[in-house]
RNA sequence: CGGGGGAUGGCUGAGUGGUCGAAAGCGGCGGUCUUGAAAACCGUUGUAGCGCAAGCUACCCAGGGUUCGAAUCCCUGUCCCCCGGCCA
């Protein structure tokens, strides 16, 4: 959630920050008035309680002295009614406020670029060079046919399409990529965690899926339960509605989860293979910190995730993305691009995003300052990294000529 | 899923209609004492909104209701605990 005090009080600094993420200045203005007019009437209703609550204070007085209560009583009652009315107003201002406040993205940090799509995303900078072969590389699914690793069509019937099964090596890298991963990054000094991979709405609004992105969420029947869409979500909202201490942060945790989205707008793209799958493993990265101290802990996860893929020998670039191409969340994103020789491309394999306190707010996530007043955290997340993508990532740069997978050095020990 | 009991400030725990934002204890913070510490003693100690301030308002799980007035009474929901059932 942005801050409606900040959009209060600089309008024009908020509104040209928020217009380079596509948001229309008109609905901001409204939003402004919302706002101002909570304000309004609020200060009335209070007025009119604050004299509720000294008449009612009046009646013990009179009882106690014997004196007529009446004329008090046609006071009291006319008050009651203006109160119930404004009550009534303010709500209907105040929800209204929040569904419109609740649907703003995050302001996009000053050294993001302009921008509308992954087309202005900024390449900062690549780790080791694309791997080179004196063959035709081949794409993933080919390679994952041809060893067993991946079987397509039986996943597929067990629930639906986009899902799948891994057998024999192809599982068991997975898994032991998994355990390589956290092991790298509890030596990087991240806490590892264990968390629910379902998920309440409460939490969901917390970390900004809800309300806006309900349809990209597998929602339990019945409940107002959740399938995670990722490991953010729960490592998040575990700190939500509480005031920290200044030594508890920064927070830095990881953790393994499976993740399912429904991948609704993303029909006809990535069919072949495991790419965009409903359900995948990531181990994810999230950090809780001081705003003084965001920035930095920002740059440890990315350099987390990216000597991670150095360590596993797979070329990859930094991506600073645009105002356009950041999700609703994220103040700043760097994703890391996994160079996929098969394909010929770099493909998204790790997004590093400061929510700053946009996060924060909406979960009541707070610290206690060295002045022992409680501000808002920041709130940070980073995969490191999508598992499926890291098993794909090895098939297609360990590749040989005669379609066998060799298996990086790093993960020799797990196998 | 069936039966019973609960939900109060950082924690324990009192409070069953009228200065209750809430006793008491513990903890935290500041101080006195001490060479230092402990003990003892004194003071202080929730959150949010509005306001220059004094102050006002709201919050005793959540949402409704009764009442001039609710932490206290009524309804609904959520969560927790105990007993039983089922179960990795």
């Avoid at 969901?204 to 979500?233: H, M, N, R, S, W």
């Avoid at 001081?290 to 920002?298: G, K, L, T």
């Avoid at 999700?327 to 890391?336: E, H, N, R, V």
């Avoid at 409680?374 to 794909?392: D, E, P, Y």
Wanted: aromatic share 6%; with cysteine.
């Amino acid at each position: 959630m942005i801050d409606l005090k900040q959009l209060e009080q600089s309008f024009e600094s908020t509104a040209t920050a928020l217009r380079r993420r596509g948001v229309d200045e008109t609905k901001l203005a409204d939003l402004k008035q919302l706002f101002e007019e909570k304000k309004a009437l609020r200060q009335k209703l209070e007025t009119a309680q604050a004299e509720q609550n000294a008449k009612s204070r009046l009646f013990g007085e009179y009882k106690r002295e014997g004196k007529d209560l009446s004329a008090l009583q046609a006071e009291v009652a006319a008050n009651k009614k203006r109160i119930a009315e404004l009550n009534e107003a303010l709500k209907r201002v105040e929800e209204r406020l929040l569904n419109e406040a609740a649907a703003v993205p995050n302001l996009p940090d000053p050294d993001v670029p302009d921008g509308e799509d992954e087309n202005d995303n900024v390449e900062l900078k690549r780790v080791l060079e694309p791997t080179t072969f004196d063959f035709q590389p081949k794409e993933h699914w080919e390679l994952a046919e041809s060893n067993g690793w991946i079987d397509f069509e039986r996943g597929v019937k067990v629930a639906k399409s986009r899902f799948s099964s891994l057998r024999g090596m192809g599982a068991r890298l997975e898994r032991a990529l998994i355990n390589y991963m956290l092991d790298f990054n509890r030596k990087r000094g991240f806490e590892e965690v264990w968390v629910p991979a379902i998920v309440n709405d409460a939490s969901l609004y917390g970390t900004g899926q809800l309300p806006k992105f309900a349809d990209d969420l597998f929602k339990i029947e019945g409940e107002e339960l959740y399938l995670i869409p990722t490991a953010e979500v729960p490592l998040t909202n575990l700190y939500r509605d509480e005031i920290l201490s200044r030594e508890q942060l920064p927070l830095k945790m990881t953790a393994h989860t499976p993740c399912f989205r429904k991948e609704a707008g993303s029909a006809g793209r990535d069919t072949r293979g495991i790419i965009r799958q409903h359900q995948f493993d990531k181990v994810e990265l999230v950090c809780i910190t001081r705003p003084e101290e965001s920035d930095r802990v920002f740059e440890e996860m990315v350099a987390c995730a990216s000597d991670l893929l150095t360590s596993l020998g797979l070329p990859h670039r930094h991506v600073l993305l645009c105002a356009g191409d950041m999700g609703f969340s994220a103040a700043k994103t760097i994703d890391l691009e996994v160079w996929l020789p098969g394909q010929g491309c770099y493909r998204e394999i790790s997004s590093v995003s400061n929510t700053r306190d946009f996060q924060a707010r909406r979960a009541k996530i707070r610290f206690k300052d060295e002045n022992r007043k409680n501000r808002l955290v920041h709130t940070l997340n980073g995969s490191s990294l999508a598992v499926g993508r890291t098993l794909i990532a090895i098939m297609e740069n360990y590749q040989q000529k005669d379609g066998a997978i060799a298996v990086p050095d790093a993960l020799k020990p797990y196998l």
